[in-house]
């Protein structure tokens, strides 16, 4: 969970906040009342953002709100009153985004603000523009928001900046470049890149009506009129990225076993043939492991279909969460299968010792009854060309280890 500084010296506002608050499990919010306190929680924590009240009995010209900001942290700013000067000196400061306090919907969007910055620090942005001006203008707003940003003047340099970074997953562009311009290099980008793979949004201070439509028929997501201003901006990136979000999310879920929460078999092999082709290219080492649970079948008879569904839940939650970084997938009834790019066997034969002492360690209860766990595993690095091979390597040595007794961890070397 990330910390959020939450200055505020309403009682009333204060314990909506925490309420609200307390419904995310994102973040950990830290309080203060005044601008003193402030000062305190900020040199003992580091934060990821801030929700501060403009106007605080010690520092009631925003002075709290200049404070978060030379401390580089990014601030959703409270008011209580609003127009149009204010917003324009609130923008000016480098504020992310003010809300007025005016029901529960308005905190319930500051938490909003508050996760969209907390994801978009692991969301690539690249913007095209032969303008050094008007680059600054997106990139210091997509900063602002805290996006990591890439910057290319033409659609060339853009294209090689794609093919470096393939990660990328939001393109912002003008139309009117030199060597390749906007429209172009949509073009160019959508014969590989589907829609639902990289959000692209077109930008023009051209006075042509159908440029938007230029743009959309090329393949671009969306399209905006230079000059726009702060909030329709980050509005409209921020629905498209949520866009990408839900169609990632919904990617994710068909790829996954719904008992266990770990990936498919089938996905797990077809990811697998990328990522070997991938270590191949790199000279890399690829590990794989094949884990089986011990005395699976005698918990399913002795206590029934449901309690052995509850293990199974139970051991794919702390596998997904242990091998987090890598791909772990449900392989059969009691098997579970992962893939380890980077990893020498030695370091990953250790790494599932590690987990499976861990477990072993822990125990399941169902009912009255408290069941123990343990599994033994098989770990290869013999990469024969295709994931059958290396599967197959694995199996012999899960053989190995079940004959030496079980719960046991067998690599290559063995």
Not at 136 to 151: H, S
Not at 225 to 248: A, D, G, Q, V, Y
Not at 322 to 335: H, L, P, T, Y
Not at 365 to 390: K, R, T
Request: with cysteine; net charge negative.
């Amino acid at each position: 969970m990330e910390k959020i500084l939450v200055v505020e010296d309403s009682p009333m506002v204060m314990k909506i906040l925490r309420h609200v608050l307390s419904q995310s499990d994102q973040i950990k919010p830290v309080y203060a009342v005044t601008f003193d306190e402030a000062r305190k929680q900020l040199a003992q924590h580091r934060f990821v953002a801030a929700l501060v009240d403009l106007s605080l009995p010690d520092a009631p010209n925003g002075e709290v709100v200049d404070f978060v900001l030379q401390q580089g942290i990014p601030c959703v700013v409270l008011t209580g009153s609003f127009d149009e000067q204010k917003r324009e000196q609130l923008l000016a400061k480098g504020v992310a985004d003010y809300v007025t306090k005016e029901g529960r919907y308005s905190y319930q969007y500051a938490l909003g603000v508050i996760h969209r910055l907390i994801k978009n620090r692991k969301i690539k942005v690249l913007v095209v523009d032969d303008s050094d001006t008007q680059r600054a203008i997106a990139v210091n707003l997509l900063k602002l928001y805290m996006f990591d940003v890439l910057q290319a003047k033409d659609g060339m340099q853009a294209i090689k900046l794609l093919l470096e970074h393939p990660d990328i997953k939001l393109l912002i562009t003008d139309y009117n470049m030199p060597r390749m311009g906007g429209v172009e290099l949509v073009q160019n980008i959508r014969v590989k890149y589907e829609k639902t793979d990289l959000i692209i949004i077109g930008l023009s201070t051209e006075g042509e009506a159908s440029l938007s439509a230029k743009f959309i028929k090329a393949g671009a997501n969306d399209f905006l009129r230079k000059p726009f201003n702060h909030e329709e901006f980050h509005c409209r990136i921020s629905h498209n990225i949520e866009f990408l979000e839900l169609i990632e999310t919904i990617k994710d879920s068909v790829s996954r076993d719904v008992l266990t929460g770990t990936y498919t078999r089938s996905y797990f092999f077809s990811q697998g043939e990328t990522v070997l082709l991938s270590a191949r290219e790199k000279g890399s080492p690829v590990a794989a492991a094949i884990i089986e649970l011990e005395d699976f079948s005698s918990v399913n008879s002795e206590y029934g279909h449901e309690a052995a569904d509850l293990l199974l839940k139970y051991v794919g939650k702390k596998f997904v969460r242990s091998f987090g970084r890598f791909i772990v997938a449900r392989g059969g009834s009691k098997e579970f299968f992962v893939l380890m790019p980077g990893l020498n066997n030695e370091k990953a034969r250790a790494f599932v010792d590690e987990v499976r002492q861990m477990l072993g360690r822990e125990s399941v209860s169902i009912g009255s009854h408290s069941l123990s766990l343990s599994f033994s595993a098989g770990v290869s690095n013999c990469v024969n060309g295709s994931m059958d091979g290396l599967m197959g390597a694995c199996v012999e040595c899960l053989n190995r280890a079940k004959e030496a007794g079980g719960d046991l961890v067998f690599g290559d070397d063995e």
